[in-house]
Each structure stands twice: as structure tokens, then as C-alpha cells.
């Protein structure tokens, strides 16, 4: 009996913290959910833009981007610099923290190497 009452107890604290990692996980970060915008936004963009999708065209067009494209959505800027993409939080239209991103191809898919994370604005367009 004393076994039986010990696992219910056990199955009723799985119980209680899935639900709290359940709670936590539909939170949505609203530093991710612009991130995931952007990187869709961009890849979409590439794919309407670019008719054979690999490193050379890729770099070849975010050269001729350069200083020219620049994408905001909600309070997050977007541009390529040097080949890279950079992408600029602001919360209360303060600058809150830069990432770049190293763009790179294989098999005509995209993929984009967060390279750093810095809370001092390192590039600005």
C-alpha cells in the first residue's frame, strides 16, 4: 500500500511540473518571435530574388545589397553589412542588443550561423 501511495505521489509531481514546462514553453520570446519574422522575411526574400540558390549567387547579391536594404518589423532592424546579416534590437526605441549572422548554402537550402550576440553595437547602418 505504502509503495502504491508513494508512485501516485510521484505521477502527481510529473503531473504538476509538465504542466508548469508546458506553461513555460508556450511563452513566446518576443526577441525569438521577431527573429523567426526576419530570418523568413529574408529567406523568402532570397528565394524570390535569386534563381539558382548557392554561395556564389548568394554572396553576389547581398553584396549588391549592401547599405541598400535595410527591413524593420516591430522595433527590429535588419540589414546586410559586408556580407553579413545584422539584425538590431530596440526596446522603447532604445538600442537594446546587435546580432550577425555568417549566411551560407548547401544543397539550394539557406542556412544562417548566428556568429555573435553583443549588447554594444559593434556595426550600425
Known amino acids: 500500500m505504502f509503495s502504491s501511495l508513494f508512485i501516485l505521489k510521484m505521477e502527481n509531481?510529473?503531473?504538476?511540473?509538465?504542466?508548469?514546462?508546458?506553461?513555460s514553453l508556450s511563452k513566446i520570446n518576443r526577441v525569438q518571435?521577431?527573429?523567426e519574422y526576419i530570418l523568413s522575411y529574408i529567406d523568402k526574400f532570397f528565394y524570390e530574388n535569386i534563381e539558382n540558390i548557392s554561395s556564389d549567387n548568394i554572396n553576389e547579391f547581398i553584396r549588391s545589397l549592401d547599405n541598400n536594404f535595410k527591413f524593420t518589423f516591430n522595433n527590429t532592424l535588419a540589414y546586410f553589412y559586408n556580407g553579413n546579416l545584422i539584425i538590431d534590437y530596440y526596446?522603447?526605441?532604445?538600442?537594446?542588443?546587435?546580432e550577425k549572422y555568417k549566411i551560407s548554402t548547401k544543397d539550394s537550402n539557406i542556412f544562417y550561423k548566428r556568429?555573435?550576440?553583443?549588447?554594444e553595437r559593434k556595426v550600425s547602418n
Open 13 to 23: 509531481i510529473k503531473w504538476q511540473n509538465s504542466g508548469k514546462e508546458l506553461k
Open 115 to 119: 556568429e555573435y550576440v553583443s549588447y
Open 33 to 35: 518571435k521577431d527573429r
Open 91 to 98: 526596446k522603447n526605441k532604445i538600442f537594446y542588443k546587435q
